[in-house]
């Protein structure tokens, strides 16, 4: 909203301001931070107040999160008000990349509350059916994905990029499709998954989210994607706005979400981010690396798949728990070792992701 006052720069040049990316997203990420300070508690006591027992706490898992109970959850609404606002605010809404990341993120994060709502109303863990629930998915994926490709520049529509390979591109044809389906799916059940502890996904989320806006910001500059040989999508840029929204809107959540938690990120929030940030490496062509940035992400999901494949071939299971920041509780380690140290773990996997910029 605030970058159309640009449009007025002619007869007032401080407004001029408005058309940096690099001010606006500056802007966002304080207005998300400050919404979600301010806002928060009302939040909190009317999510406690709704859901009387709050989270169901699985009997199963460590002993500890027992102690947990009454906490409520759906604090996803916290942080996507904020980087709502806050991207409606200060992102160019002539974008068509800024709406169709915000589509998913909403899309995402409504079939998360449905699963939250059903799980606090049932207090049991089995939400919404898990078919229906991809089915959804799938379709709202789909459906940016097809929009995406429409924006894309013609040789980029339906290819993949490599990695440390500056000239090349994998053309996925018809399966570029599917691929990118698939692609912002894992990533929002993976973000999911790694919600289980106080503080452990949204601190992940905001690395992921301020590598990619950096990834974002370079892809859609010709200059720096020139100098640095990485494809150049122009538009791209704004996404850093959307981006800095959603460090905002984590660090402010982070206040209340911090050991010990007033309140649960739920699958309405780790859905939706989760999401975000895949539809944003569809855009930016830059998939392949955000496996790498995200890569704790991807070690959460594939310690579960590890798990139950393992146990329906052989009865055994590989980890005490899965998801496998549960298996190191179980082992012994304290909950604030657990998250403090797969915190460093998702800045270096960002710092290694960053390093291939430069390894062309």
Not at 154 to 177: E, H, R
Not at 291 to 296: F, V
Request: charged letters at 10%.
């Amino acid at each position: 909203m605030f970058f159309w006052l640009s449009d007025f720069a002619a007869s007032f040049s401080p407004l001029n301001l408005f058309r940096y990316i690099t001010f606006r997203a500056g802007a966002a990420t304080a207005t998300a931070l400050f919404f979600v300070l301010f806002f928060g508690p009302a939040i909190i006591n009317l999510l406690r107040l709704k859901q009387g027992k709050g989270q169901p706490i699985r009997e199963d898992g460590p002993e500890a999160h027992l102690l947990k109970r009454g906490t409520p959850t759906m604090g996803g609404l916290m942080i996507l008000s904020g980087v709502f606002f806050s991207a409606l605010l200060w992102a160019n809404l002539n974008n068509p990349f800024v709406w169709c990341v915000l589509a998913v993120t909403l899309g995402f994060g409504a079939i998360g509350f449905y699963d939250d709502y059903l799980k606090v109303t049932k207090q049991s863990h089995k939400g919404f059916s898990s078919k229906a629930r991809l089915a959804l998915e799938a379709i709202i994926a789909g459906t940016a994905c097809y929009v995406v490709a429409r924006y894309l520049p013609p040789q980029l529509s339906s290819t993949i990029a490599i990695p440390v390979f500056k000239d090349t591109l994998i053309n996925l044809g018809y399966f570029f499709l599917p691929f990118t389906v698939f692609v912002i799916i894992a990533f929002g059940n993976a973000v999911n998954l790694t919600d289980g502890l106080d503080g452990l996904a949204i601190v992940p989320v905001m690395v992921a989210a301020g590598t990619l806006g950096f990834i974002a910001y370079l892809s859609g500059n010709a200059i720096f994607a020139n100098y640095l040989q990485i494809h150049f999508v122009p538009g791209t840029g704004e996404l850093a706005v959307l981006l800095g929204a959603v460090i905002g809107a984590g660090l402010g959540f982070l206040w209340f979400n911090a050991p010990p938690a007033q309140i649960f990120m739920g699958d309405t929030g780790s859905l939706a981010l989760g999401g975000l940030l895949g539809t944003v490496s569809v855009i930016t062509k830059h998939e392949i690396v955000f496996a790498i940035i995200g890569g704790l992400f991807v070690l959460e999901a594939a310690s579960v798949v590890i798990q139950v494949a393992s146990f329906k071939l052989t009865g055994k299971r590989v980890f005490r728990m899965a998801p496998i920041h549960h298996h190191f509780e179980k082992k012994g380690w304290k909950e604030p070792q657990v998250v403090i140290r797969f915190w460093i773990i998702a800045v270096i996997l960002a710092l290694i992701g960053l390093a291939t910029l430069k390894l062309r």
